[in-house]
Structures are given as structure tokens and as C-alpha cells.
């Protein structure tokens, strides 16, 4: 039997957030992070990971029979943060046998350990529905949306390749391809790419909590400073007349339509001798390519910097008030084109939000990685898809029943069809 | 009085094994069939085993069933298919010498002696208050009992078809069971219809085999029982040839005169087992398709090609026959035929094999939509087994999708229902690395004993087996070694610093018994066979141990039984589309039940909830 956590208050920001472990290795997992409570008695403990304060909780541990699910449980009152609640999961979900429960599991589990009567499950089951009414949504928003297509294309290559290997093994005696490597492999590897790509995608979902990152960039004194301290409305930067007085990155969170954007400052792009101001060209240069978000201030339209460009990447020209071309424009110094500049920021990180969002539930990430971490171990094992196919079938089978479990069911059926109208079977 | 405990009706490979079952449970048993001396006849190609099938024929012989028995003795060309591959994935097959195999059926089935044999055609069942009690033969004789089998096979409402000729018929030159046929429609069970197909047969003494190449059987033969090692009959080679696009063309151009696309035929045929009609219209960018000449026996020059299934008009069929290399001159002794049958669907059956709507009838075989010797002989089991159970009072059992192939056929016939004939492939299997042809007897020979399903000779020779594979395994694991240690005995490891046993490196890449044997000297003392099976348990271990928990969790949802009188209408909060659709299906278990179609988990809960109920209140 698995041990499962989950939250079990509502998610968000919140005076206290409860999560409960439940499950035989509650009281093992609960006892990594601090020493334990006797059970029934609630004590307030810090909670911490490798070293690491996680943070301040009180503990109340239930001992089986005795708990909602009957089994040995912890609840942990955690503070009602985002980020903590997190990062508690996280530590949580990292240890060997926890799982992050499913809708309705801990319901399931009293249920099935006969501690709940028919009272109290029918009492329960208006919650439970709450809860697949937003898995009714959620699959309608799939249905419509971004899931689908992305799964789609996944779950059809991973399909061939299960059907290329299965062809392999069922029909050994028959009128089949011999060698599928190379096919197996090419559609093994499009997937397992893929998926890392949008798991690394995800991260924008992160970004939501933790602030965007939007860095200015640009030559020297074009005033990225001053468009710095326009648009954080404060003396945050140093300016000057000085071609390289930002020589470090300068960060300044503020909030921008809605959302927490950090925004960095950098020093001017250019060659330069000065060891100081090489290392914070350098410095500045790297932000900009892990930067959410790019603002590029021009001297001239066409200007080309020693940064790879991105299709999402804002172009101004510098000193508007100043310009004689016709074209976007910003002034740090007068405000002009400042507004505007904001709204862009805006509209630009609010599509990155509503990308983010496709695989931003925790079960998708899940699913998503242990489809990657099958998909890592069959590439690995291709080589020997002549003698031990069906190593490599289970770990494709596995890559996809975790992607199903985000899609819905597919049978051998799938598989069997996919190898008939591919192949002729019948000797 | 009763007059026996259970009747199988039926002496094909479902019916045989149904009544070996019975009356190795010690069960009263008669087996009723139009003809006696077609008991075991092997109606299709002369081959048992493959890839599933050889898992379904080791479990069957696990349960000591009689099914691997006859194939040793008739056996005349055995291959382990998949050789080069994993062990999870071999599949023993072998040609089978039709005559030899019969016999063979027949005679082992002499051999029990509380079964019966009766040549006569059943016409009717008794029923009394919604229970079976037996069967009224066409004679008007009648015979009691508790439980009936019917293994009916292609003979319900059976039509074959040769071109644009038809007749009815179940095989070739025997009677179809119209009578049963018409008793069986009155219990309202849902019906469907399939097809299956056969090829011409060739006379082989015109055969040109010196232009053909041949495929031998192995050299060390792999044996279907646990009981034996070595074949019985002699051993000869199959051969090989092609189809071209002079055979291709010839056919193509008489599609019309074909049943199956002159729209004579309405059933649902294979997709793994095309015709050659199929094959030319389907896969027409493929210039040429492989034909296997398997002779049907040591002293018939009957040869089956297999790969040319047909329902084209005699003649065409032997235009096209003679357009193959080594058939120029060929004599074909009787044409292919496609026949149309039809079937229960088996989604109005228990786990057990037993009709849902009617207590004591168990249906086994092609009459529950399968095609295969081997999946009509395991179902046979299955129902054998259980008319037993019933017979005597006990409760029925069922196997689990996650210990046998049998499982996972039984589930996917009861829980889906087919769409196309069922066969068995190793794919269906999700447990496939842990339900392997070699350790058939380790994961079921113990529940088959329990049940009193097994002979003594068995028992003893399974106990020791059981005995010598825990002793090797536990030699092999008691002690660790380090990498360096490891190296020196030859197995390539890291020098990772990490201790690990002579077992647990037997799952690496090219390590053998004999790398064991270095590192543990003792374990060169068991014979091959235990070292050899030591090894293949050894390989998966680390996948197995991950499939563990999902087995867990599946075996509790199997537990968790819903009772067939089950009222569904009884629950509050279930929506009325769910409650119809649990009552069309009923399903027999908690597992079956989450899968129907818009099970949610809010309304499997309210599902266990009352399931549970009664023996809550029972234990109260």
C-alpha cells in the first residue's frame, strides 16, 4: 500500500494550510522532517529538509486505527503559503513509497478500511463531487485546449514504437521488420525531448509564484537606468552621463498588470578591457538568456547584440525624446512611451501565464516526469531491443499509462490495431 | 438422485479439458459428442503453442491439464519461438501429427475414471427455476446433473462457405447443432457473429520440396508439460515457400467470386489471420507473402499451408495454389473454406464461466468468441474447474490477470467483451515479465493442488522442484560481494563500491549461471534446468518489484466481490445512466466495475460502500 499526502485545506494563500500524509509510512515521512509528537497530541515543531528549514508547523500525528483513513496519518498545520505548502510537497514527494494522492483517494482509503459508515460517505460525497467537477472541467478545458494537443502527438509516436517492439515479440514468426531500432529510437527520442521541453515550460508556472524575471538590455548609457527607475517610479539605480556605471545586475520587484515581475538592470553591452566591467557584461549577458522576459533598448533599429534573440524579445528605441526615427520608442528621462512599454510587458508575460497553465497541476508534472524517466531508461536500454524487447515495451508501457493517466485509458486494443494496420500478421 | 455431477457437451479442445478438469477434481463427469472418434481432432492448422498460446498451454499443464500432454506425444517439429529474445517472451510451439494428437486426447482422457464418454447429440437443457439440471438428448433421452458445459465451438447456426456455395455446417462433413442452437436463443443471451477461415490442404507427395527451404525444429526441443523433456514422435522440418504476383493477380481478379468480398458473409474475421484475399487487398504494395507447408502427420501426406487461408471458389483456389513455387503440380486434396458462426458474448458470463442468467451453465471456447486450440482448452479449464466447484458446494474460483494469462483473457473476454475473434498475444499481458511460460507452474501448480486439481506424480515432482529453485535462490542471495570481488569472477559491474549478490548481478547484461557458479561454488550442484530457471526468475526482479504494488492494489479491487443478485437500483446517489449500466453489465468485481464506461470514483465509492454492507452487517 502506497503511503499518499495531499493538501487537505484549500489551495492558495491562507491563514494555515493543512497537509495530511496517510499511509504505513506516514509517521516514518513526517519524522524526516522533525522529531514526532506522541500521536492524538499536536506540537509544534520546525520542520526541516537536508539542513534546510522548511518551516514552522504544528504536528499532529494519528496512529492506525484511529485517523480519517484508518491508517497510520500525520497532519502537518503548515503557514497557508504557496511556497511553502510547495515545498513541503516536494520534499515530501521526493521520499521513497509517497505519492501525491488522488482526487478523492483518502476518501477512497477510509472507505475501503471500513471506517467510514454509508452516513458518512454519502455526507462526503458532495465533496468528492466538487471535486470531479473540476475534473469535468478541467477535462472540458482538455478537451478544447492545449493538453490534448500536446498529448496527442506523443501518445500516438509512443504507440508506434510499442507497436514496432510488440511486433517484434508477438510476431516473431511472422512477415515483419526485424531491426525497429531506428525508428524506435527516433520516436523514443522526439518524445523524451519534447517532454523535457515542457516540463522545463513549466517553470513559467513557478514563475507565477516566485515573479517573472524581465531584464533591460542594451549598449552603453542608451538609460536603461533611467527606464529602470521610471518604471519602478523610484531612485533604485545609479545614472550618469558615464558610458559603464551599471556594473553589476540591479533587481527590483514590483508588479506589473497584476503580476510580481523582478526587473533587473545591466550593465551595457560592449568589448571592453575593464576586467570589473567585463564580468558584468558577462554577468548581464547571462541574465538576459535566463530572463523570463527581454526589453532590448536600441540606439538605432537593426542593432545587433552578442545575445541570441527570441521571437518574444521587446525592441524600443532609446531616448525618445531625443528620436528622430519613427519607430516604438521609450524615455526613461521624459516618461514617453513608458505606458506603453508597461502594457507590453504585460500582454507578453500574461501569454506566457496562459501557456504555463497546460501542465501546471502538480499530478500533471508527475506524470509528465515519470513518462520522461521511462522513456530515459528505454533509449538506454535500445541497444538490446534484439534480445530483451520486453524490457524496453514495460518501459514504454509505463511512459505511456502515465501520460493516459492525464489523457484517459488506452487499451492493448490501440496497440493490437496499431500493429495490424501497419503490418501484414497471418502467415 | 443425480446421474452424474457435470455434463461437457462438446469433444473438441474446450470440451476435452473441461471434462479432464472436472473429473481430476473427482467430480462425476460425462462428455457428450456427436462423435466419438472426433474427440481431440485438431479441425484447423496442425499446430499448438506460439507466442501466448504456448503461456495458456504451461498454465493449463500447470493445473495438470491434459493439453501439453498430448501436444509431447504428437509433437513432430518443436520450436521455442522468440529463443534469442527474454524468457518473458518465449513461446514453445510445436506441428502436431493430427492422427497422434487425437490419440493422445483420447487416451488420457480414458485414463480418468469417473469420466464418461457418450456419443449423441443434445438437443435441450433442463431447467428448473431459472437452474440448469441437465440435458434432454435428440433420443429424448435425459441425463442429470449440477452443472452443464457447453463447448459448442463453430457448430451454433455454422455456415460454410466455398466461393459462392454455401451450406450449413460446423466443420467440414459434420452436422451443425441447430437444436442447441435454437434452446440456447431462448435464453436471450446477446449473440454475435464471426468468421474464421481455412486453407486449401495439398496432397505433399506432389510437392516439389527439393526447390523449398525447409525449417527444422530445434535441436534441443523445448517440451510444453513440466512433466517431460524430450519428444515422443519423430521429428521433421516444415517448408517454406511464397506467393507472387502471378498468385496476387489470380486472385485480385476473382475477388468477386470470394464469400468474403462477394458479400456473402456478414461475420467480423481476424485481423492477425487474413485471408489471402485480405492480405492482396490490404498490403497491395507487398509483391510476395510467406507460406509455411506444415505437414499434418508422419504417415498423412495431408499438408496444411499456412498463410493462404481462402474462401474463393475450388477452382480459383487451385489456379492460385499452382502459381506458387514447389506447388506447380500440387493436387489439392480439400478446398479452404471460410465459416461463419455464431457467439455469446462472453460479457453475459462471470469470472467463473458461468452464464450470469442462468445458475449451473458454463459456456468454454469459440462458442465464447475466441479462436485458438489453446484458448478454448484454458477456458475449458476454467469452466471444468469451476462445474466442479459448483457440484461439490464449494465456491467458485477465479484467476487473476496478475498471475495468469488465463486471467487476463477471462477478464478481457468478461470485462470488454470481442469485437473480432480472441487470440492470445503476449501484449495483452500488462504483467508480461513476471507471467512467463517457464514459471507457469511456479505461480499456479500451489492454488491447483489446493483445489485437488492435481495428480500425485505432479505433486511430488512440483514440491521438488519447488524445493531445489528456493534453496538455489536463497544460496544466491545470502551472500554479497564487492565490485571487485564481482569482477573477478568476471561480471562486469562499476566500481561503485556497492555490494551485490550472485542473484541480484544475474540481472545484468551477459552474466550467466556460470558466473554464479564462480562466485558460488555450491550453486554448480543443481542441475542445469534449476540453474537455468534460477537465472530467468532472476532477470526481471527489478521490474517485477515495481509492477508489485500496482498487482496490490488491482488484487484488492479483484477481492472485493459484488454478489450476481446485487441490486444496483438499491443505492441512492447513483445516476440512473450508471445503474443501467451496471445492470447490463454486472460486473463480477469492484476492478471490472471501475472499468465500465463513466465509472466515476465518487460512484465506486457509494458502489463499495453497499457491496460491503451486507457482510459487514453479517460480521456484526
Known amino acids: 500500500m502506497d503511503t499518499i499526502f495531499a493538501l487537505a485545506s484549500a489551495r492558495g494563500r491562507a491563514g494555515v494550510a493543512v497537509l495530511r500524509i496517510s499511509g504505513p509510512l506516514a509517521h516514518w515521512a513526517a519524522g524526516q522532517l522533525c522529531p514526532l509528537p506522541p500521536a492524538r497530541q499536536a506540537g509544534l515543531r520546525v520542520l526541516r529538509h537536508g539542513g534546510e528549514i522548511l518551516d514552522q508547523a504544528l504536528v499532529l500525528p494519528f496512529a492506525a486505527p484511529h485517523s480519517f483513513t484508518s491508517e497510520d496519518a500525520v497532519e502537518l498545520h503548515l503557514h497557508g503559503s504557496i511556497a511553502v505548502v510547495a515545498k513541503v510537497s516536494e520534499v515530501l514527494a521526493q521520499m521513497d513509497g509517497l505519492r501525491l494522492a488522488e482526487a478523492g483517494e483518502f476518501t477512497r482509503r477510509a472507505m475501503d478500511n471500513g471506517h467510514l459508515d454509508l452516513t458518512q460517505v454519502e455526507g462526503l460525497a458532495d465533496l468528492i463531487d466538487a471535486e470531479s467537477e473540476s475534473q469535468r472541467k478541467q477535462a472540458l478545458q482538455v478537451l478544447s485546449g492545449a493538453i490534448a494537443q500536446k498529448v496527442a502527438p506523443w501518445r500516438a509516436d509512443l504507440l508506434r514504437a510499442a507497436a514496432l517492439i510488440e511486433a517484434t515479440i508477438d510476431f516473431a514468426d511472422e512477415d515483419v521488420p526485424v531491426d525497429v531500432t531506428p525508428e524506435v529510437l527516433a520516436l523514443l527520442s522526439r518524445v523524451h525531448q519534447d517532454l523535457a521541453a515542457e516540463q522545463a515550460r513549466a517553470g513559467a508556472g513557478a514563475a507565477i509564484r516566485e515573479g517573472f524575471e524581465v531584464a533591460i538590455l542594451g549598449a552603453p548609457n542608451v538609460g536603461k537606468s533611467t527606464l529602470l527607475n521610471a518604471l519602478a517610479q523610484r531612485e533604485a539605480a545609479i545614472t550618469s552621463d558615464i558610458a559603464g556605471t551599471t556594473r553589476d545586475v540591479i533587481e527590483v520587484r514590483m508588479h506589473i498588470g497584476g503580476l510580481l515581475v523582478t526587473l533587473l538592470d545591466t550593465a551595457g553591452l560592449r568589448d571592453s578591457d575593464d576586467v570589473v566591467e567585463s564580468i558584468g557584461i558577462a554577468r548581464a549577458k547571462q541574465r538576459a538568456e535566463s530572463a523570463d522576459l527581454r526589453i532590448f533598448l536600441l540606439q538605432q533599429q537593426g542593432e545587433v547584440f552578442d545575445v541570441a534573440p527570441r521571437p518574444d524579445d521587446i525592441l524600443r528605441l532609446a531616448k525618445a525624446d531625443l528620436a528622430t526615427q519613427a519607430a516604438p520608442a521609450v524615455s526613461g528621462k521624459t516618461g514617453a512611451g513608458v505606458e506603453d512599454l508597461l502594457a507590453e510587458i504585460a500582454s507578453k508575460l500574461e501569454t506566457k501565464t496562459a501557456a504555463a497553465g497546460v501542465f501546471s497541476r502538480q499530478r500533471h508534472m508527475q506524470a509528465l516526469s515519470t513518462a520522461q524517466t521511462a522513456l530515459g531508461k528505454a533509449i538506454t536500454a535500445l541497444p538490446r531491443a534484439g534480445d530483451l524487447p520486453e524490457v524496453i515495451a514495460t518501459e514504454i508501457r509505463v511512459a505511456l499509462t502515465a501520460l493516459e493517466g492525464i489523457l484517459g485509458y488506452i487499451g492493448v486494443e490501440d496497440l493490437l490495431g496499431e500493429i495490424f494496420s501497419s503490418f501484414c500478421i497471418g502467415k | ?620
Open chain 2, 1 to 620: 438422485m443425480k446421474q452424474f455431477d457435470v455434463i461437457v457437451v462438446g469433444g473438441g479442445h474446450a470440451g476435452a479439458e473441461a471434462a479432464a478438469a472436472s473429473a481430476r477434481m473427482g467430480s462425476r463427469t460425462v462428455l457428450i459428442t456427436l462423435r466419438r472418434d472426433a474427440v481431440g481432432v485438431m479441425s484447423c492448422n496442425p499446430a499448438i503453442g506460439g507466442l501466448g498460446k504456448g503461456h495458456l498451454v504451461r498454465e493449463i499443464d500447470a493445473f495438470d491439464g491434459i493439453m501439453g500432454q498430448a501436444a509431447d506425444r504428437a509433437g513432430i517439429q518443436f520450436r521455442l519461438l522468440n529463443r534469442r529474445k527474454g524468457p518473458a517472451v518465449q513461446g514453445p510451439r510445436t506441428q502436431a501429427d493430427r492422427k497422434l494428437y487425437r490419440q493422445a486426447i483420447q487416451s488420457l482422457l480414458a485414463e480418468y475414471e469417473s469420466l464418461t464418454i457418450l456419443q449423441g447429440e443434445v438437443a435441450s437443457l433442463i431447467v428448473n427455476a431459472n437452474r440448469v439440471g441437465g440435458v434432454v438428448l435428440a433420443d429424448g433421452s435425459q441425463i442429470t446433473a449440477d452443472a452443464v458445459i457447453i463447448t459448442a465451438g463453430t457448430f451454433l447456426n455454422g455456415v460454410i462457405h466455398v466461393g459462392d456455395h454455401q451450406r450449413a455446417g460446423g466443420r467440414v462433413g459434420d452436422a451443425p447443432s441447430i437444436l442447441l442452437a435454437q434452446q440456447l436463443a431462448d435464453l436471450n443471451l446477446q449473440r454475435g457473429r464471426l468468421k474464421t477461415g481455412t486453407p486449401p490442404r495439398l496432397d505433399g507427395r506432389t510437392i516439389n520440396w527439393s526447390v523449398l527451404d525447409s525449417q527444422p525444429g530445434d535441436d534441443e526441443p523445448t517440451m510444453f508439460s513440466f512433466l517431460n523433456s524430450a519428444p515422443f514422435a519423430a521429428q521433421i522440418s516444415c517448408g517454406i515457400t511464397q506467393t507472387n504476383e502471378r498468385t496476387h493477380d489470380i486472385v485480385r481478379q476473382n475477388l468477386g467470386r470470394s464469400a468474403m468480398y462477394g458479400g456473402h458473409i456478414s461475420g467480423v474475421g481476424p485481423r492477425y489471420c487474413p485471408s489471402i484475399e485480405d492480405k492482396v487487398v490490404r498490403f497491395a504494395d507487398k509483391d510476395h507473402h510467406q507460406i509455411f507447408l506444415e505437414p499434418e502427420g508422419l504417415d498423412d501426406p495431408t499438408v496444411y499451408p499456412n498463410g493462404i487461408s481462402t474462401s474463393l471458389p475450388a477452382e480459383v483456389q487451385h489456379d492460385y495454389v499452382r502459381s506458387i513455387l514447389g506447388l506447380e503440380n500440387v493436387v489439392v486434396t480439400q478446398p479452404g473454406y471460410a465459416i461463419e458462426y455464431d457467439y455469446f458474448d462472453p460479457r453475459g458470463l462471470d469470472t467463473a464461466l458461468q452464464v450470469k442468467a442462468m445458475a449451473g451453465l458454463f459456456f468454454a471456447g469459440q462458442i465464447n468468441g475466441t479462436t485458438g486450440y489453446e484458448e478454448a482448452a484454458a477456458q475449458g479449464l476454467v469452466a471444468g474447474v469451476n462445474a466442479s466447484l459448483l457440484a461439490s458446494g464449494r465456491p467458485a474460483i477465479s484467476l487473476s490477470r496478475s498471475e495468469s494469462y488465463i486471467g487476463v483473457m477471462i477478464d478481457d473476454l468478461t470485462t470488454h467483451g470481442v469485437t473480432e475473434p480472441y487470440r492470445m498475444f503476449t501484449s495483452r499481458a500488462e504483467y508480461r515479465l513476471a507471467l512467463r511460460a517457464d514459471n507457469a507452474d511456479q505461480r499456479l501448480t500451489e492454488k491447483a493442488i489446493a483445489l485437488g486439481c492435481v495428480s500425485e506424480t505432479r505433486i511430488n515432482a512440483y514440491r521438488k522442484k519447488a524445493d531445489l529453485l528456493a534453496a538455489a535462490r536463497t544460496l544466491l542471495s545470502e551472500t554479497a560481494f564487492s565490485p571487485r570481488e564481482l569482477q573477478a569472477a568476471g561480471v562486469e559491474v562499476s566500481a561503485d563500491g556497492a555490494r551485490r549478490s550472485a542473484y541480484d548481478v544475474l540481472a545484468f547484461e551477459g552474466v550467466t549461471p556460470e558466473h554464479a557458479a564462480q562466485l558460488v561454488p555450491d550453486f554448480a550442484s543443481f542441475d542445469e534446468a534449476i540453474q537455468l530457471q534460477t537465472a530467468r526468475d532472476a532477470l526481471y526482479v527489478q521490474y517485477i518489484q515495481r509492477q508489485d504494488r500496482d498487482i496490490q492494489r488491482l488484487r484488492a479491487d479483484e477481492a472485493l466481490a459484488i454478489p450476481p443478485s446485487f441490486d444496483y437500483s438499491g443505492i441512492p446517489g447513483l445516476s440512473n445512466e450508471l445503474t443501467q449500466k451496471l445492470k447490463r453489465a454486472l460486473p463480477t468485481n469492484i476492478f471490472q466495475a471501475s472499468k465500465i464506461e463513466g465509472m466515476t470514483p465518487a460512484a465506486l465509492l457509494l458502489l463499495i460502500s453497499h457491496v460491503r454492507r451486507p457482510s459487514r452487517q453479517a460480521m456484526a
